[in-house]
């Protein structure tokens, strides 16, 4: 199963947690099979409209089945939420590892609807 | 004549000095450009919205699932994200969408059609000497330059025409000041109000745009804030509103301040009559 994490680096399982999905700097996507991972850059970062669409299109791409995030916008959500994608929110100070953790133990929220007006 | 008034940051006072400035001329037109919180109708027409309104409209893609193969080269076209491709299905976002219409053009399949989407509506009312037009975007909608440029329509150059502008540097600003003869930046004398005017400032010079400042808000110990940066960049300070408690009793009553406090008429009189003076000044040093 392909897992996504919105990161802040690219520092391995220890990196931190990017609070901002459309504007995250990278895009952790990890298998949990072999917990193998891989750090993609989000382009939609720096642009000027659409961080969010930007960002779920990028997950889309990359096969992502869940994506644990601190915060998902209006549009991203009904983006993700139309490829199927299932969505659960953590706090932003937890690590890439504990977020796994997490969700393995079933102490996640799934998100059922956007968590923030998102931005400009 | 054409004078937009604008401001770095939101209330700073654009409305007051709008609506003061409108009642104290004859023949004018007043344009609320601030879109997305019009507010000169509170002072000028408060039943504006009882009126019949005009629809700004814009174009959107609309897909035609049939026909789409799902190429995503409408999604990789889009430079704002307003498409995105999701299960083979492509995903419209109109709030983002800019209406370049390159998607339909891009589109192999002539999948993509355009779609008219109201994103405002242009109110109009006269209260005496003022023929008044307000441009307000809809709740959710985020292009706010389609429904200032349709306000802009409506200018008639035999008045005296002020614009109210969106506060900010942003594009909708750079349009509701395009093509205007002179700007006025209202600021107040606080280390916000500086910091937002000298971003403003940056912007008029970026476009050419001839301009002087009002200070609101004015207070003898605070002002030099303001008119040091002025003096040091060579900025006219054409008017102080004082910090009064008077003025903004009658603000929070929804009273433009000259219908109580008539001097005031004829100070916003000389400051559009300067203001015509330096316009007329200018064009004959360029014109040398």
Not at chain 1, 25 to 54: C, H, L, P, R
Not at chain 2, 65 to 86: G, H, I, P, Q, S
Not at chain 2, 270 to 282: A, G, K
Request: proline share 4%; glycine share 6%; aromatic share 6%.
């Amino acid at each position: 199963m392909k897992i996504i994490i919105p990161s802040s680096s690219n520092k391995g399982l220890e990196a931190e947690i990017d609070s901002k999905f459309g504007r995250a700097t990278y895009f952790a996507v990890i298998d949990s099979d072999d917990m193998s991972i891989e750090f993609v850059k989000n382009d939609s970062a720096s642009q000027a409209s659409g961080a969010g669409v930007g960002a779920a299109q990028l997950c889309a791409d990359r096969g992502a089945d869940i994506i644990i995030a601190n915060d998902f916008g209006p549009k991203a959500f009904y983006a993700l939420d139309s490829a199927g994608i299932e969505m659960y929110s953590v706090s932003s100070e937890d690590n890439l590892n504990s977020a796994i953790k997490s969700l393995q133990s079933g102490s996640l929220t799934k998100v059922t609807g956007p968590t923030s007006r998102g931005k400009r | 004549m054409k004078i937009s008034i604008l401001s770095g940051k939101g209330g700073t006072g654009k409305t007051t000095l709008a609506v003061n400035m409108a009642l104290s001329l004859k023949n004018v037109q007043l344009l609320d450009a601030d879109v997305e919180e019009p507010d000169d109708y509170i002072f000028i027409s408060p039943d504006i919205f009882e009126t019949e309104a005009e629809s700004v409209l814009r174009l959107i893609p609309e897909v035609d699932d049939d026909l789409c193969t799902a190429c995503k080269k409408c999604v990789d076209f889009c430079e704002y994200n307003a498409l995105a491709m999701m299960l083979d299905k492509v995903l419209v976002f109109p709030e983002i969408c800019h209406s370049c219409g390159g998607c339909k053009i891009v589109c192999p399949e002539n999948a993509i059609t355009e779609v008219e989407r109201e994103l405002g509506k242009i109110r109009h009312a006269v209260n005496g000497d003022i023929d008044f037009w307000q441009g307000d975007l809809n709740t959710g909608e985020e292009k706010a330059v389609p429904v200032i440029e349709k306000l802009k329509t409506k200018m008639d150059a035999d008045k005296k025409i002020i614009i109210d502008s969106p506060p900010g540097t942003t594009c909708p600003t750079v349009e509701a000041v395009a093509e205007t003869d002179y700007s006025i930046v209202v600021t107040e004398p606080t280390p916000f109000g500086l910091h937002d005017m000298d971003m403003v400032i940056e912007m008029l010079r970026e476009i050419e745009q001839p301009f002087g400042v009002v200070i609101n808000r004015s207070d003898e110990n605070s002002d030099h804030l303001i008119e040091d940066y002025c003096t040091e960049n060579n900025i006219n300070i054409l008017l102080k509103i004082p910090f009064s408690r008077e003025i903004a009793e009658l603000y929070s009553k929804g009273t433009a301040f000259v219908k109580e406090m008539e001097s005031w008429k004829s100070k916003f009189q000389l400051l559009y009559y300067d203001i015509v003076r330096e316009v007329n000044n200018n064009e004959k040093n360029n014109s040398n």
